[in-house]
């Protein structure tokens, strides 16, 4: 087995031709170097240089190892670099699992731009799942981290289950809208709770997350009728549009209403929905707590509802 130090010093010897400066290259003393190049000739049973009195040549066969012996020190060289740039997040993949919300809110932009400008050898891995599909993803190690949005909360309360076995930081709370037809009665006027009790609802959540939603507004104040379940919030606008009933929207979608659609704030209403960041607790790397770092400091920038987040601490 060939050494890379012997080949390293095979080359500076080659490249000078003069044992006195490529010593001096190397930082050793002549003598040292002399006997690390007759061994490296002993370990390939060639003579690689023709001795002189005060020179040395190079032989046709140390000719010939020469540019092996770069490329060999060359490839070394580049392992040590990218296994350092990885340990340190400089290169890698990494992927993200996020909900609509993250896109809409500007949280993920932002973030995914910090990134790029910052990690350019990075692979980014998108993945638009349902919050339940990208907690399960997170436990297997196939998302790094996901963005997930919560069901509605009544405000000042606990917005998610408790996961033990996962981390979570909420990124952004905002207040929820009525989306209504344009036309129909609830268009103008102050709305009361009492008023929607029993109307026609467009239910907009994962299966799993009706329960909670419906208790949540039971507890503002009304029981909505639900006609239809949804699961994506554009489809809830259209829904309303057509006349099929009511549907309550976080406000940043406000803006992507259809124009038949008449969005109302409720000021009685305190309740929102939640941006949440989830990642697990053991086994991150630097790469992960960069971005996780990125993602809530884009976050607080967009200042929705005011929520203060907690930055992540760097896993050692």
Request: glycine share 6%; aromatic share 4%; net charge positive.
């Amino acid at each position: 087995m060939i050494e890379l130090r012997l080949l390293r010093y095979f080359i500076a010897v080659a490249e000078t031709e003069h044992v006195g400066r490529a010593a001096v290259r190397l930082h050793l003393s002549q003598s040292p170097l002399s006997r690390q190049i007759r061994q490296l000739e002993d370990l390939l049973g060639v003579t690689l240089f023709e001795r002189e009195r005060r020179r040395i040549r190079i032989t046709d066969a140390g000719r010939w190892l020469l540019g092996p012996a770069r490329e060999m020190i060359a490839r070394a060289d580049a392992l040590v670099r990218d296994a350092r740039a990885i340990a340190g997040g400089e290169i890698g993949q990494i992927s993200l699992g996020f909900v609509t919300a993250a896109l809409s809110s500007g949280v993920l932009p932002a973030a995914l731009r910090k990134l790029r400008d910052e990690r350019p050898r990075v692979r980014i891995v998108l993945r638009q799942l349902s919050t339940t599909e990208q907690l399960v993803q997170l436990r297997t190690g196939a998302l790094d981290l996901a963005l997930v949005h919560r069901p509605p909360v009544p405000a000042g309360r606990p917005g998610a289950p408790d996961l033990p076995d996962l981390e979570q930081h909420r990124l952004s709370a905002q207040p929820y809208v009525l989306a209504v037809p344009r036309g129909s009665r609830f268009t103008r006027g102050a709305i009361r709770a009492a008023q929607l009790d029993g109307q026609p609802w467009i239910v907009v959540a994962r299966e799993a997350d009706r329960d909670r939603s419906i208790a949540a507004w039971a507890a503002a104040g009304f029981t909505p009728h639900a006609v239809v379940h949804v699961v994506e919030w554009a489809s809830a606008l259209a829904l309303v549009g057509a006349g099929v009933g009511l549907a309550l929207v976080p406000e940043s979608y406000a803006k992507a209403a259809p124009p038949r659609v008449a969005i109302r704030r409720l000021p009685w209403l305190r309740m929102t929905s939640q941006l949440s960041l989830i990642r697990r607790r053991t086994g991150s790397s630097p790469l992960v707590d960069d971005v996780a770092r990125w993602i809530i400091a884009a976050a607080n920038a967009t200042r929705h509802a005011g929520v203060p987040t907690r930055q992540p601490r760097r896993r050692r």
